[in-house]
């Protein structure tokens, strides 16, 4: 992965520059901390998108606003709703150059309209605690900082990109899950910015995850009177978590966590509904079918009983991030980026999954983790280390020229899906 006659001092006016932008990365990081975008907050989630068209400007890229389908979601009482998303918004600049490169982040937070976690506070001069300055807005400002960065230098020509901010990551990116299936037939690897480890390291390899809801129901009946002839709709949802569970320690890197139950009234009534909802986590995608598999048994044996019936919502959203030999020499890449910044990084796995799942199953190389150094995220401890603004856009910067000087990028011929 040699470069065209070039040193990395060659790359120092430009990372020299990223010094300047601090206090502007910072200033807007709290900036977007401030405007409340949980997922479900359209809104909200389309301020954050303003602005970011907004400090996009300079990039003088095309700019689309994607309208994102509804979230689909089962409610406590067991009905389907739709509830309305923000918009996601996708820049795209030089799209016939040779090498395509898409960034993503999202928009949204964990943080719901009427949390009391809306603003940012100092915890000492160099940890600022607020939502969203980890995760996502404060890689947000790394990214556009390392394109403005490269957009300034001589190889600028050399690599045509897309940007996709999209506003339902936290939730799945079950309505932007296509816009990523579709720029990663245009592109040849994606650079996404969730937050590092807490100590500046990559996530790797990534479980899959999928979210289910069940809905039991039963037969009403006074508890009294006619307890006999009620079917009990939590009794049956009880058996079925039981059966669930006992799933865990069945298959290796499989992990079955029931969330929630909710059913029943009135103490002397037979309940007659109850929901749950539950998350698979799960290293392989074979895995996949050996967990709808032995689920489908369960429910097939508490619907043959009189009067019950039991039907499960849900799907695998994000397939297991498994890494390929191409994406192992994109880490090799980007750590001795790192190196030559005095950072000592590598890449290791985790149980948590993001876009960079949904990318990898198209076939395309990511590292998924470009974003700042922070961490207790999705909570209101969460927090970020301010001085990593700067070193992560010089590390994302330096990593794109680079790509854009190498000899050789044959390495990053587009493969076929894996799953």
Not at 240 to 257: E, H, K, M, P, W
Not at 390 to 401: C, D, E, F, N, P
Request: with cysteine.
């Amino acid at each position: 992965m040699s470069t065209t006659n070039l040193k990395d001092s060659d790359f120092a006016p430009w990372l020299e520059w990223i010094d300047g932008q601090y206090q502007q990365m910072l200033d807007r990081t709290i900036e977007l901390s401030h405007i409340n975008s949980g997922s479900f907050n359209p809104e909200g989630v389309n301020s954050v998108a303003d602005k970011l068209i907004e400090y996009s400007k300079v990039l003088d890229a095309k700019v689309e606003i994607l309208p994102v389908a509804p979230f689909k979601h089962i409610d406590n009482s067991g009905i389907e709703q739709q509830l309305p998303m923000g918009n996601a918004v996708r820049l795209t600049k030089r799209p016939d150059a040779e090498l395509q490169i898409f960034f993503c982040g999202h928009l949204d937070t964990v943080f719901a309209i009427d949390s009391d976690f809306q603003t940012t506070q100092w915890l000492d001069d160099e940890t600022l605690n607020g939502p969203g300055v980890a995760d996502l807005k404060g890689g947000l400002m790394v990214m556009l900082t390392a394109i403005q960065a490269l957009e300034r230098s001589p190889f600028a020509d050399r690599i045509g990109w897309e940007i996709l901010f999209n506003p339902d990551e936290e939730i799945g990116s079950q309505g932007s899950a296509g816009f990523i299936a579709e720029a990663a037939k245009r592109v040849n690897l994606g650079m996404i910015y969730e937050p590092s480890f807490p100590d500046g390291n990559f996530a790797g390899a990534r479980k899959g995850s999928g979210n289910f809801s069940v809905i039991s129901r039963g037969k009403p009946a006074h508890a009294g009177r006619e307890h006999h002839l009620g079917r009990n709709a939590v009794r049956a949802m009880c058996d079925f978590i039981s059966a669930l569970d006992d799933l865990n320690g069945q298959r290796t890197g499989v992990t079955i966590n029931p969330a929630l139950i909710e059913g029943g009234g009135a103490n002397n009534v037979v309940p007659d509904m109850c929901l749950s909802r539950f998350n698979i986590r799960l290293e392989q995608p074979a895995d996949e079918q050996w967990c709808l598999d032995n689920i489908q048994i369960i429910l097939d044996q508490i619907n043959s009983r009189d009067g019950i019936s039991i039907q499960m919502h849900g799907q695998f959203g994000r397939k297991p991030k498994v890494l390929t030999a191409t994406n192992t020499k994109l880490f090799e890449l980007a750590c001795d980026c790192g190196a030559q910044l005095g950072l000592d990084l590598t890449w290791l796995p985790t149980g948590g999954c993001c876009d960079g799942n949904n990318l990898a199953e198209a076939g395309i190389p990511n590292i998924d983790t470009l974003g700042v150094q922070g961490g207790k995220i999705h909570s209101s401890d969460e927090y970020l280390k301010v001085k990593s603004l700067t070193v992560r856009a010089k590390l994302s910067a330096l990593l794109l020229m680079r790509l854009a000087t190498a000899e050789d990028l044959s390495w990053l011929d587009k493969k076929a899906p894996a799953n």
